[in-house]
């Protein structure tokens, strides 16, 4: 029997859905006990979470996924026109009836879903012309590190020195910017550093990169440091900082940089803050 118009096709969707809303419910789950310190019942639900996304994505693959992208592309483009059209009905819905706040989410996430749509037509207008997409995400050039704090980089206290703190931050740094731009790059500025907890010899120091702007020839990256306790696994924020960093190319010069694509919510305001930051600077320069 063929797979189309059959019952269990329909099936098929209906497990994809409910797999999908479990994987949803239970990373939910996972995030309110980590918040709340219950680090295994935040890990059970984590996991679980994983195992239903792959049984979803196990119904989706049964279901026929094109193998060609541009075609899924173009069925990408034709999805997001809808969820924009979507939102903004129910939008007005909404606001009929006076949910306010709803209406708001709902013209934000329509104007995100319209922002997918133009991402995905500049998408498919490289791939037809067979130019590169300009630009990288954010997603491109995150990274964590990680290392174990040992005495020869602590005081006699036990207490790790900020400067040891800081050459890690200035590593994380430099290898996001290297691999956002693929080139050389110095550090510029180093901003808003913030120690907000000692670390101790013998803690699992974990740095967190991830680039929040960019500007012409230079690149901002936000790190945070989390300090894990391995005798119970706890984990503190230690330290949080942003990074200027510039690409330069062989002979040391400044090299333009690919464009920051931005996705979610969270990035654009980043990106926002940053550009508060790098046009502060530029005015400060521009006074000296
Ligand atoms: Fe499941
Ligand atoms: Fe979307």
């Known amino acids: 029997m063929d797979l189309k118009a059959s019952k269990t096709e329909q099936n098929l969707h209906k497990v994809f859905e409910h797999e999908m809303r479990a994987y949803f419910e239970y990373m939910h789950a996972a995030e309110a006990a980590s918040d709340a310190g219950l680090a295994l019942v935040a890990d ?4 679980t979470a994983r195992n239903e996304a792959e049984h979803a994505e196990h119904a989706f693959t049964l279901l026929g996924v094109s193998g060609d992208i541009k075609a899924t592309v173009r069925q990408a483009i034709e999805h997001e026109e809808e ?10 819905v909404a606001e009929k009836e006076g949910f306010d706040k709803i209406a708001a989410l709902f013209r934000r996430i329509g104007k995100g879903e319209e922002n997918h749509k133009i991402k995905f037509t500049e998408l498919l207008h490289s791939l037809d012309q067979g130019t590169p997409v300009e630009g990288r995400t954010v997603r491109h050039s ?10 020869a980089q602590a005081n006699p206290a036990g207490f790790v020195h900020g400067g040891e703190l800081m050459k890690l931050m200035d590593n994380a740094a430099g290898v996001t910017a290297g691999r956002h731009s693929n080139s050389y790059v110095v550090t510029a500025q180093v901003n808003d550093i913030r120690f907000l907890q000692p670390v101790r010899v013998g803690a699992l120091v974990l740095v967190y990169a991830k680039i929040t702007f960019v500007g012409r020839t230079s690149m901002e990256i936000q790190i945070e440091v989390e300090t894990e306790d391995l005798s119970n696994g706890q984990r503190t924020k230690a330290l949080t900082s942003y990074y200027t960093m510039v690409a330069v190319d062989d002979e040391g010069q400044p090299k333009q940089v ?17 550009m508060q930051r790098y046009n502060a600077r530029k005015t400060a320069q521009a006074k000296a």
């Open 44 to 47: 059970m639900f984590y996991q």
């Open 83 to 92: 969820a924009t059209a979507f939102y903004q009905e129910t939008a007005d």
């Open 142 to 151: 995150a990274l964590t590190m990680a290392q174990l704090m040992l005495p």
């Open 258 to 274: 690919p464009p920051l694509i931005v996705y979610t919510e969270e990035e654009e305001k980043l990106f926002n803050e940053g």
